[in-house]
């Protein structure tokens, strides 16, 4: 079973802050890795997707994918209370499962005004 | 507009009672997946679809059946619905790709109770 393993949170960051949300996973081969976020009661809507090693940003978001010890993490900049969501990482699975994709339980972020 | 739509949105059904949820895109994407969330469990991959009539199971298929006749529709059949398939429900599509490998666009989701 490919695992995905998110911190748990809940995660509590002052408006204007960094948030940091950590994501590894057990899938050596696996080569594409999502961030979603997800407001309470609605469906996932992507936020960020990287697939080569190092740092991918977009506005206030940052990917940060490390293949070599198997670990991915969103940073979102200037934190901001519509921030406020659980936020998923979704990793696909490798070699002849490739075309499946698992997700992390997932984090949630609360960004205090 | 480019969406996924499921229906119905909600349901509330018996134990044992034949139930399809039906998910259609309007992207053109090769493929199609269906998920169900649970409290502590997150999101799991049910089945999933490459292309028309290429279907393969997900994490957790025991109790679900798919099909994948055109390539818009991927509708979701329960055929003996039991309590713990309880659930709340999505669909999602993406381009084709080499894998799970490009984003995928959700429906707005299905909350199904089963009695």
């Known amino acids: 079973q490919k695992e995905v393993e998110q911190n748990s949170g809940p995660l509590s960051v002052p408006e204007g802050a960094i948030a940091s949300l950590n994501c590894t996973y057990s899938d050596r081969g696996s080569q594409s890795f999502f961030w979603y976020r997800q407001y309470s009661g609605k469906s996932p809507e992507l936020i960020m997707f990287?697939?080569?090693?190092g740092d991918k940003e977009d506005g206030r978001f940052t990917a940060q994918l490390n293949k070599a010890s198997q670990y991915v993490s969103l940073l979102i900049r200037d934190s901001q209370p519509s921030d406020s969501a659980t936020y998923l990482c979704a990793v696909n699975h490798s070699g002849g499962s490739n075309y499946k994709l698992t997700f992390g339980k997932g984090t949630l972020l609360t960004v205090n005004p | 507009e480019a969406q996924v739509t499921q229906n119905p949105r909600y349901l509330i059904t018996v134990t044992g009672k034949k139930l399809t949820v039906t998910c259609s895109q309007n992207m053109n994407h090769e493929y199609m997946s269906w998920y169900r969330q649970d409290p502590g469990l997150g999101l799991r991959q049910i089945y999933y679809s490459m292309n028309v009539e290429v279907t393969d199971k997900g994490d957790v298929p025991e109790g679900y059946k798919v099909s994948r006749k055109e390539k818009r529709n991927f509708p979701l059949i329960l055929e003996s619905p039991s309590p713990n398939q309880t659930s709340l429900y999505f669909c999602?599509?993406?381009?084709?790709?080499?894998?799970?490998?490009?984003?995928?666009?959700f429906g707005d989701g299905t909350r199904l109770s089963i009695l």
């Open positions: 990287i697939y080569s090693n």
């Open positions: 999602a599509s993406s381009l084709s790709g080499q894998g799970a490998n490009q984003p995928q666009h």
